[in-house]
């Protein structure tokens, strides 16, 4: 109560309906004066769901729905790494393999040739370290998670068969002498080789789609 007899009530009300996402928060001022009512709302704040990007709703409810900033982003740099990893297999195919039959020396780091491996053990390590990453981050987002299935069987594909068959062969070829290469041997290597640039090609479309199908869901 005031000197003047004038009554002043300080009122916090929360209104939430528990069918409605929408959520109003007000404060309000009531204050008598001579008989006189008055009401001035102070502030209001409206959330609504529909509003937020779907490629932040995959998620459950329950869960943190922070790995959904990462569904672009990664699936992206894995995509590059995939596009990496198939430039790399261009260049060998045309510039590399059509000279070191001929020249073994070439391929064979101790006589000063290149060292294949630094290139493919760094590009295929980093890829698939990023394909688990894009795996976990999209198994929510079936759209997403296909594709990335589809990258991962074809790789796996052309992974274990380079182990079983091109790898050993391509070390022996690095370590024999120079002497004691058959060239033919190692053409008919090369053009056999070429036969992978298909699945390596597969793994490149899916996860190009990958991206497609998460920038959609934004």
């Known amino acids: 109560m005031s000197p003047l007899g004038v009554k002043r009530t300080w009122r916090f009300a929360l209104h939430m309906s528990a069918y409605d996402p929408k959520r109003t928060r007000a404060s309000v001022l009531h204050m008598s004066a001579f008989g006189g009512k008055a009401e001035m709302p102070f502030c209001t704040f409206a959330f609504d769901p529909k509003r937020i990007p779907a490629a932040l709703l995959w998620c459950a409810p329950s869960k943190g729905c922070a790995v959904a900033h990462f569904l672009i982003p990664v699936t992206a740099i894995c995509a590059s790494l995939a596009l990496v ?20 020396d070439l391929i064979q ?7 294949r491996k630094r290139f493919w053990i760094a590009a295929h390590s980093a890829f698939e370290v990023m394909l688990a ?6 198994w929510s987002v ?6 990335l299935l589809i990258a991962l069987a074809s790789h796996i594909i052309m992974r274990v068969w380079s182990a079983l068959d091109f790898i050993p062969k391509a070390l022996a070829f690095e370590k024999a002498e120079p002497g004691m290469i058959d060239e033919s041997a190692a053409r008919h290597w090369t053009h056999r080789s070429r036969m992978r640039l298909p699945l390596d090609l597969v793994t ?10 998460a920038a959609r869901l934004g």
Not at 142 to 147: G, L, T
């Open 85 to 104: 990893g198939l430039g790399g297999g261009l260049y060998e195919f045309s510039v590399v393999d059509p000279s070191w039959p001929s020249r073994p």
């Open 204 to 213: 490149c479309g899916a996860m190009l789609t990958a991206v497609i199908a």
């Open 109 to 115: 780091p101790a006589r000063g040739g290149i060292s």
């Open 133 to 138: 990453v894009a795996l976990v981050v999209a």
């Open 142 to 147: 079936p759209s997403v998670r296909f594709w």
